[in-house]
């Protein structure tokens, strides 16, 4: 049984797969109009699967709210006959046929064994903490929590404890030559047995790259071990995102929503211009915050109630669904686009003109009167995240956990958000030739 934590419609729920099975029993499948859950071979819509499992009406929440979590549950998800693996990508950006990600970590296991990355710290430390990216951090989660012994699969030092002290080190398996990698993997069998006793029999769980696995299970699969690569032929995104879904980032997420949701971390937008972009030259997440003052007028303009805190979330840099590598950072979004002089190249400028331009009876959105406007009312938070690939989705989840009113994606319907859509219609135009649309910035 397979069992998450999240939050919907701002409400706290524990799901387990056998829950769901139990709340549809009773029900049948409504038509589907296009995405679709299998259960127990029956094809079901998922938005009515999440409705009936948690209780919620379905305009509490999006579709793509359903297939996350459901898929998190270990069901699969599809589109009209296909069945997909994540959120859905236009078909010209597929490359190839992903395939679908495990969702539990695999319980024959007898070790796992996490690959090591060229980040390194510039002085010694136990192996587990010399490397540095947040990938290698992702996967030493998973070993952590899988309840098996894992090693470090150094490409200087062969097979490493985690609690073995090393120095920094300028050695990467797949730039070494075929005698080098063979040699390695030999020693790595030899020290597997060493720590393990005879490896026939055995079953290792694998997480590095293909250079990795592949001299691994030549030197060990003649000796009776069966090497398990749960993620081969993953793209690095992909590789990412199932990690997000072994939970292996939840403590990151939880940081990274604690800081956003946190007020005595937003600054005021002279203080922010004033760093220069220093620390900001990253992707990220940041979120929006508006005072007293500003929330009335905010109020005025929607005409429905906007309290003083957190209005907006967004993010900066996040890899584009194709799989291209957005250049945008923090400072770039917030200093330049939000900041700029042009609602059209951010889609939070374009609301919060759109919504003065009411609350005042202008004719059009004033631009000067705007950027005076947000200095003089709104502070913000930027958290930097070091890895672009999972962007997209941290920031579903923190748009679900936080649920600013002003952000209009990948959030509930709600009356608020109804006439703020009509209001960026009014005072701007779906892309009206002035970078509206699809191409804004959030």
Known sequence: MVTISFTLARRLFDLSDDDVRRRIAQHRPDPIDQYWVEIDGERWPVKQVMALATGLAKTDFQSQNSRRLLAKLGFAIGRGSAEIAAAPVKPSSIRSAPRPAPTVANPSADAVLVGCVKSKLPVGAQAKDLYTSDYFAK??????????????????????????WLEPYDCYLPEMGRDYRRTWGQKVASQLAALLGSLDGRTLDVHAGSAYVRSVREAVEPLGALVIDQLGGLSFGRRLSWYLQQGASRPELRDVVFQLRDPSGAVSLGDFLATRGEHLRFPGMY?????????????????????????????????????????????????????????????????????????????????????????????????????????DDVETEILTELDPPLNLAKVSKTPLRTRLSALRKQYGGEGAGTGHGKGAAT
């Open 139 to 164: 996967m030493r989660a998973y070993a952590e929590g899988s309840g098996r012994p894992w090693f470090i699969l150094s490409a200087e030092h062969g097979l490493v404890s985690p609690d073995d």
């Open 287 to 391: 979120s929006w915050w508006v005072d007293d003052a500003g929330a009335d007028d905010l109020s005025r303009g929607l005409g429905h109630a906007v309290g003083a805190g957190l209005v907006y979330a967004g993010l900066a840099g996040a890899t584009r669904r194709g799989g291209s590598t957005s250049s945008s950072t923090l400072w770039e979004r917030i200093a330049t686009m939000h900041l700029g002089r042009r609602q059209g190249f951010s889609t939070l400028r374009w609301s919060l003109g759109s919504i003065l331009a009411s609350a005042h009876g202008l004719p059009a959105i004033d631009e000067v009167g705007l950027t005076q406007w947000m200095h003089a009312h709104l502070r913000v938070i930027a958290i930097p995240v070091d890895d672009p690939d999972i962007l």
